[in-house]
């Protein structure tokens, strides 16, 4: 079984502070996300990352940098957090591959609250 | 571009009667269609994916989807409602690399 693993279920921080996200994998997959999601938004993809070092911005990067050092690891910063970032975050990971549909599979998220 | 429509934002049905969810998409390319639940404070799980091998497509929990490619739609859809079965679902299209997802269904179940 894929197992997509954050480092934390509720996060509560001040606004100004620095914040990191951690998301780990176990299944070896290229394929890294971060998505926030937010009551009737949807999932909206933040950033993602096809490889080890490298990153691409999704559809709101904005006040977002990321971090992937080693292919099991994917990290999401908030370089000084606001409160309109209060949101539940989710990370996955697929695989890809000729004939592969790259399902994601899904971490269990981690609620940040700023204040 | 490609997009997913939701048409429902809620949906409420009476254990054992039937579920409809109802998604259309619009995309550029022969999409990936995908639909996946989420229980509360819980994560994404895959429920069924279609992959362009047949357009009716089986998953897990009992639930089914048809891919309609004349009417762009992939609705989801189970014959009998379980107290279990209350949750969020999402409908994503992908394509080209891109995963885009529905705004999300809330699914009620009432005894």
């Known amino acids: 079984d894929v197992k997509v693993t954050q480092s934390s279920r509720y996060l509560v921080k001040r606004t100004g502070e620095k914040v990191f996200l951690e998301c780990v994998q176990d299944?070896?997959?290229?394929?890294m996300f971060w998505y926030r999601q937010d009551p009737g938004l949807g999932l909206r993809l933040i950033y993602f990352?096809?490889?080890?070092?490298?990153?691409e911005k999704g559809d709101i990067p904005e006040g977002y940098s990321v971090s992937r050092e080693k292919k099991e690891r994917f990290s999401l910063i908030l370089e000084s957090a606001s409160t309109n970032q209060t949101s539940m975050y989710l990370c996955?990971?697929?695989?890809?591959?000729?004939?592969?549909?790259?399902?994601?599979?899904f971490g269990p998220g981690t609620r940040l609250t700023v204040t | 571009a490609q997009s997913v429509t939701q048409l429902d934002s809620h949906v409420s049905v009476s254990e054992g009667t039937p579920v409809l969810l109802r998604c259309n998409y619009s995309?550029?390319?022969?999409?990936?269609l995908f639909w996946y639940v989420q229980h509360p404070n819980k994560g994404l799980q895959l429920l069924l994916k279609?992959?362009?091998?047949?357009?009716l497509v089986k998953g897990i929990n009992g639930f089914e989807a048809e891919f309609k490619k004349s009417e762009t739609s992939f609705h989801l859809t189970k014959p009998s409602a379980h107290m279990s079965d209350a949750a969020e679902y999402f409908c994503?299209?992908?394509?080209?690399?891109?995963?885009?997802f529905g705004d999300g269904t809330t699914l009620t179940v009432k005894p």
């Open positions: 996955a990971s697929s695989v890809t591959g000729t004939g592969y549909v790259d399902e994601q599979y």
């Open positions: 299944m070896d997959h290229e394929n």
């Open positions: 990352s096809y490889d080890v070092k490298m990153k």
């Open positions: 995309s550029s390319y022969s999409p990936s």
């Open positions: 279609y992959t362009s091998a047949a357009t």
């Open positions: 994503v299209v992908r394509d080209a690399g891109k995963s885009t």
